[in-house]
Structures are given as C-alpha cells and as structure tokens.
C-alpha cells in the first residue's frame, strides 16, 4: 500500500459526460501529480501540483482540469468525454513536507475510465 | 526535451535466473533521477528502485539493483533469482528537476512486460 488513495476504482460512462476523479496523497506529501495510461500514448503525465499550487503541465487536453485543495487532496475534473479517454488515470504524491526521499513519487491504485 | 527508451517489449526467464530490463535515456539536464516501477496485472504502480544522476554507487533494493552506466546513458534493472510474482510489466522512467522543493513529472518508457517460467 503505497499511502495514496483514488476514487472512485473504476468509472463507466458515456460519450459527453463529465467526470471527476479524486486522489488523496500520503500524509504529509505537497505535490500530487496526475498521470494517464492508455493503451497507444502509454504513460503520460497531466498536471502537478505543489502545495495547492499549479507547477507543471504535459499533455492535458482543454476539456480536462484539475486541482489542490488546502488539504492537499486533488480531483481531476474530465470534460465532454471521447471514447480516446477511456484509460487509466494515477495520482502520485511525493515531496513530503518534513523532508525525506521527496524525490520518490508514489502512485495510487489508478482509476480505471471507460467511455462508452 | 528528456527520452526513456526500452527496447525490449517481452522478456522471459527461469524461476530462480536473473535478468536485466534494457533501459536508456535522453536529457541535456545535468541532474536527473531515473526510477523503475513494476505494473503487476491488477494495474497498480509499485516503485522499485531510484538512482540519482549524481550518485557514484548503484542503487540497490533486495534483489533488484540498477545497473548505472552514465556515459552510456543507460540505467538497467538487474532482478536475481527470479520468482514467479515477478511477471509483470517494467517501466523505466526519468524524473527532470522542477527546482526547489517541487520534484518534477516522470517520464516514462513503453515498458516491457517479464514473464518467469516456472
């Protein structure tokens, strides 16, 4: 158990829906990162977040967004959905506030989405 | 912009043989950190092991060890005595340096997918 929790495990829904996917990072942890896993673009990373702050973002398309909360939760919220959406979508936390390996990043269970 | 490759899609071996997991990277950083993970069937990501760009000894963790070749900007994932939990996939990944107390996205390889015959 790697301390970071996501839910829900698993979501179905439909062309044009909206979603929200939310993670809970280790205690302690400031930055949470989202990453998706789809069968062609493999292991993407999304967005970061520091301490409820946006720091980084990859390739996350318009219709998707994502944020920190002062209890340093985040969700990502997913758009007018397409069948290419359908993936598995991580959270990873990492930098720990007292220090430590804050170089390792630990991923949550995944959400798995699929978009019918 | 930084690069994982992973050559090999499939690998298998022995119950009780070591094997290596080919990995190679990209990056003009000077500091950078390179993980592998291991993606079981059930989908979940389990951190295996860390080498830093600056660390002179390879990493180690029980049986797994990376085998760091910087000038060859290889980072290679040595499992011994192999055991039939460890058939799943194996990503490499390279970590960039967001600077401060921020750590930076992963980027990772295609991965390759072990299988242990009994």
């Known amino acids: 158990d790697s301390g970071v929790t996501q839910t829900p495990k698993h979501l179905i829904t439909a062309t044009g829906q909206r979603v929200t996917l939310r993670c809970s990072p280790r205690?302690?942890?400031?930055?949470v990162y989202w990453y998706q896993q789809s069968l062609d673009q493999g292991l993407q990373f999304l967005i970061q977040y520091y301490n409820g702050e946006e720091r980084a973002k990859g390739n996350i398309l318009e219709r998707f967004s994502a944020q920190q909360f002062p209890d340093l939760h985040s969700e990502l919220n997913l758009s007018s959905l397409e069948l290419g959406d359908s993936a598995l979508y991580f959270c990873a936390s990492s930098s720990p506030a007292g220090g430590g390996k804050s170089y390792e990043q630990y991923f949550g269970p995944g959400t798995r989405l699929t978009v019918t | 912009a930084q690069k994982i490759t992973q050559t090999q899609p499939g690998m298998f071996v022995q119950e009780k043989e070591a094997v290596t997991l080919d990995c190679t990277y990209d990056t003009s950083d000077q500091s950078y950190g390179l993980f592998w993970y291991k993606q079981p069937s059930s989908g979940e990501m389990i951190f295996l092991i860390y080498q830093g760009s600056y660390d002179e000894q390879n990493a180690t963790e029980g049986r797994y060890s990376l085998n760091f070749q910087k000038a060859r900007k290889s980072a290679n994932l040595v499992i011994s005595a192999s055991q039939l939990g460890d058939s799943a996939m194996y990503f490499c990944a390279m970590r960039e340096s967001a600077g401060g107390t921020s750590y930076g996205k992963l980027t990772f390889g295609q991965g390759t997918i072990l299988t242990v015959h009994p």
């Open positions: 205690s302690g942890d400031l930055s």
